[in-house]
């Protein structure tokens, strides 16, 4: 096992940084999970620590040795790629053995081959493929070429263990399955773990620290409770959650206690009192978050609609519907029912003020709710 | 009042795998013989070029092997196994399967050492940026006329004033007589024949090696795997059907040898073959039974054995290649 370390890493092909500046500390045994849409350089990192790739600058140390220059044979990982790259001409049995004769040193050879039998053997087990240990690739399911890919990579207790999106080949259905089991694998075997997707359901399930990132850069790391709750930027607000969040730029100068622009409405309350310079921003919330409320009343957040899209989900409804005023502003809520909602109704959401996000505007950062959280106490 | 109809029984509401079916409905006759139609009026001229200079002489050769046969005695006369006879009567004959076998047997490793070696160097250098130039360069001889480069080779291999004495000399490697003794004669048409051959083996070795997976040299190389072994156990064994292609290929190519080897030790002014019978391979002998002799029947006869010799060759290595080769 081992700590990882990336300093300011950055991975430039030509001119183009695919990963501009990436800083990340991973604990020993953690479970990291990099989540990102496509092409936001989540396999450049992972490749980069596993010595595929060379590192433009920064460095990255694992246990506090500097690996840039180091040889991927050298590094202690275990890989897993997303087409899972076993060797098609070789059985499931070989293919864990190769790296175990790869490194293998002097000594007794039958002994060594014993106990590289032993090994092979209790990795199967474990994954539960020992009644195919003498398969080829082709001959396997894709739940079983996925363990054979996992056994290859674990059989040599690897010091980081990397997958590269190694469920998106699975059905829906194997794919939770697996999820389920890559968890269990990792109470079992606690190796230091980096893991790419692009599903945040996986990232959401799976991390211990989920890492969002975009174009390159680490948006957000922590907790993924703590990211999903309390979103970094507009882009992980946006891109967390299923549908993401709601998120609609109110234009600057806006003053006082309330601000209504283009069918949002927020109270001071939601609102607090942090831009009272006039700066536009975002305001985020998550379509699970707002409430179908009767006109009037009292509100900390409001926006106003018409239905568009109805559809049932079975477990829940999703309500789009297009914002009031101009602009072709829209929104998504999560009900737990339809409440008899059809396409051409105007109606009012609602959402605590603990719901409602700020972001600026022009960085995308989140502002901090420190002086609406301050006056709502007051208040009350 | 509604009735309830019965589902299909599980696996039967599917319709069987394969096209689906139109009850009742026949694929009418005319258009499936429009479809055979088509399909022989496409495959048309390539099966006319074919029986014409292909199907036509190869039935006629083995129709004349068992006659008495010349190109301007109209009289032809049944021999049965007689050409047969005169063949196996002659030493000559078994000397030169034997020097084409000498031939074939050098040239099959040399080739794909050669060109593997070279297209692995290439392909390194693809990613810089003159390996086009490169790939080109090697590929060039390929496309020169043997029989004018083979000239160029016979000044290379002039015992006095060619470059390949010239360079052993300066190395400190005694002069060899090339061209001129029995036992340097053959390697240094082999020399040729590999140089003119190597940029098409290269290519295709270039071609496989494109096609083994660079996720699985990366797999081995965090396997802990030397260059070596990934070598021999990734990308050898993935690009064996290649190898056997290029064997097969090697294989026929020298044994039909030819151009170069009757321009490179005689050419028009005769004596090709030489010295001493040293390089008259199978090919050679049968060009020379029927133009310099006039044996057009014993020519054919011995043809047909090469022939023979040549697919045996291939079913060997096609038996062979069923437990060597790995295809995905
Ligand atoms: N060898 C290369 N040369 C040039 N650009 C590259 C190279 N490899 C990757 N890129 C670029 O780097 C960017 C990041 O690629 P990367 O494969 O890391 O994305 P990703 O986050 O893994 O995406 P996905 O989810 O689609 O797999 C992409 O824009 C890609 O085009
Ligand atoms: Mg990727």
């Not at chain 1, 957000?220 to 882009?235: E, H, I, N, S």
């Amino acid at each position: 096992m081992a700590r990882v370390e990336l300093h300011d890493i950055v991975k430039a092909y030509g001119n183009q940084r695919v990963v501009d500046g990436i800083d990340l500390v991973i604990e020993e045994g953690r479970f990291v999970v990099l989540l990102g849409p496509s092409g936001c350089g989540k396999t450049t990192t992972l490749r980069m620590i596993a010595g595929l790739e060379q590192v433009t600058a920064g460095e990255m140390y694992f246990d506090g040795r500097l690996m840039n220059h180091e040889p991927p044979e050298r590094r202690g990982v275990g890989m897993v790629f997303q087409n899972y790259a076993l060797y098609p001409h070789m059985t499931v049995a070989d293919n864990l053995s190769f790296g175990l004769e790869s490194q293998r040193g002097r000594g007794s050879r039958r002994k060594a081959r014993a106990q590289v039998r032993a090994r092979v053997l209790e990795i199967a087990r474990l994954l539960e493929i020992d009644h195919v240990l003498d398969h080829r690739p082709k001959e396997l399911s894709g739940g079983q070429r996925q363990r054979a890919a996992l056994g290859r990579a674990l059989v040599r207790d690897p010091d980081v263990f990397l997958l590269d999106e190694p469920l998106s080949n699975l059905d829906a259905n194997l794919r939770e399955k697996m999820r389920m089991e890559l968890s269990r694998l990792h109470d079992e075997l606690p190796v230091t773990t980096v893991y790419v997707t692009h599903d945040q359901g996986e990232a959401l399930t799976l991390a211990d620290q989920l890492v969002v990132m975009h174009e390159g850069k680490i948006c957000q790391a922590g907790q993924p409770g703590d990211v999903y709750a309390k979103p970094g930027t507009a882009f992980v607000a946006g891109f967390l959650g299923s549908p993401g969040m709601n998120l609609w730029e109110l234009r600057g100068p806006l003053w006082g206690e309330a601000a209504a622009a283009g069918g949002v409405h927020l109270s001071g309350e939601a609102w607090g009192d942090h831009v009272g310079g006039g700066a536009s921003v975002v305001v985020g919330i998550r379509p699970e978050h707002l409430k179908l409320l009767p006109e009037g009343g009292p509100w900390p957040a409001r926006v106003e609609c018409r239905v568009d899209v109805v559809e049932n989900l079975g477990s829940h409804v999703l309500v789009h519907a297009k914002l009031h005023g101009a602009g072709q502003r829209s929104l998504v809520a999560k009900l737990e029912t339809s409440a008899g909602l059809r396409r051409g109704d105007r109606v009012a959401f609602s959402a605590h003020a603990e719901h409602v996000h700020l972001f600026d505007a022009r960085t995308g950062a989140r502002i901090t709710e420190r002086v609406a959280r301050d006056r709502t106490s007051v208040d009350v | 009042m509604t009735t309830i109809e019965q589902a299909p029984p599980i696996g039967r509401s599917l319709p069987p795998s394969g096209a689906p079916r139109v009850a009742g409905v026949a694929r009418p006759a005319l258009r499936r013989a429009k479809d055979h139609l088509v399909a022989y009026g496409l495959l048309f001229p390539a099966m006319a070029v074919f029986t014409v200079f292909f199907f036509i002489p190869a039935a006629y050769l083995v129709y004349i092997s068992f006659f008495h046969w010349g190109v301007l005695s109209s009289a032809t006369q049944f021999v049965g196994l007689e050409n047969f006879r005169r063949l196996f009567a002659q030493p000559l004959f078994f000397r030169s399967i034997a020097t084409s076998g000498y031939y074939t047997l050098v040239m099959i490793p040399a080739t794909v050492l050669l060109s593997l070696g070279v297209a692995l160097v290439l392909r390194e250098a693809v990613t810089a940026r003159r390996g086009g130039v490169w790939r080109a360069a090697v590929f060039l001889p390929h496309v020169t006329p043997v029989v004018a480069t083979s000239i160029i080779w016979v000044w290379i291999f002039n015992p006095q004033f060619g470059l390949a004495n010239f360079v052993l000399k300066s190395v400190g490697l005694p002069a060899l007589g090339w061209l001129s003794t029995t036992q340097w004669a053959l390697p240094a048409v082999m020399i040729d024949s590999l140089w003119h051959s190597l940029g098409l083996y290269v290519i295709i070795f270039l071609a496989g090696l494109a096609n083994v997976p660079r996720e699985l040299v990366e797999v081995a190389r965090l396997d802990g795997a030397k260059r070596g072994r990934i070598f021999r156990r990734v990308i050898w064994p993935l690009l064996s059907p290649t190898t056997f292609f290029v064997v097969i290929l090697a294989t026929v190519n020298s044994w039909q040898a030819f151009s170069q080897i009757y321009a490179m030790t005689g050419g028009p002014h005769g004596g090709a073959g030489g010295p001493a019978f040293s390089t008259t391979t199978d090919a050679l002998l049968v060009y020379q039974t029927a133009f310099t002799f006039d044996h057009f029947s014993l020519a054919s006869t011995m043809a047909l054995v090469l022939f023979a010799i040549i697919l045996l060759l291939t079913l060997v290595q096609k038996w062979i290649s069923n437990k060597v080769v790995f295809y995905r």
